[in-house]
């Protein structure tokens, strides 16, 4: 398998990956929501949240 583990401000634009992000913490969920969606990633298509 080839892992890319990539830092979050080093994201490239969205629709050229799929980010998978693992939460320990659910309150941090719309934070990180907030700052994807900014960029122009969508839930579902360009990331999934997990828990």
């Not at 939460?23 to 969508?42: A, C, N, S």
Request: aromatic share 12%; charged share 30%; glycine share 6%.
């Amino acid at each position: 398998m080839n892992e890319n583990i990539v830092y979050y401000k080093d994201l490239p634009k969205a629709g050229e990956c799929v980010v998978l992000v693992y939460m320990k913490h659910l309150d941090i969920r719309i934070e990180i929501q907030d700052f994807l969606e900014e960029k122009g990633y969508v839930e579902g298509r360009d990331y999934l949240l997990l828990s």
